[in-house]
């Protein structure tokens, strides 16, 4: 018997893992859920996913922009 399991998300900024906090969500529901404790995230870009370790890893790039 073959048994199917999801992938785990794991969530990338920064240089920091962050959990998946629903499954359900889609990454852009992710992103707007961590963007209380990290603002830039709101322009952030998704990258991904990459597979690492059993699971799969999105990256929150942050938007690259002119000052001024």
């Known amino acids: 018997m073959i ?3 999801p992938l ?3 969530f990338s900024y920064n240089g920091i893992t962050l ?3 629903n499954p359900q ?3 852009e529901q ?3 859920m961590y963007v209380p404790t ?3 995230l709101a322009t952030a870009a998704i990258e991904g996913p990459k597979p690492v ?3 799969m890893e999105y990256t929150f790039a942050r938007a690259v922009g002119a000052k001024g």
């Open 38 to 40: 990290y603002p830039e």
């Open 3 to 5: 048994k199917v399991e």
């Open 8 to 10: 785990r998300r794991t």
């Open 53 to 55: 370790a059993g699971g």
């Open 30 to 32: 992710v992103r707007e």
């Open 19 to 21: 959990p998946d906090p």
């Open 25 to 27: 969500f889609t990454t």
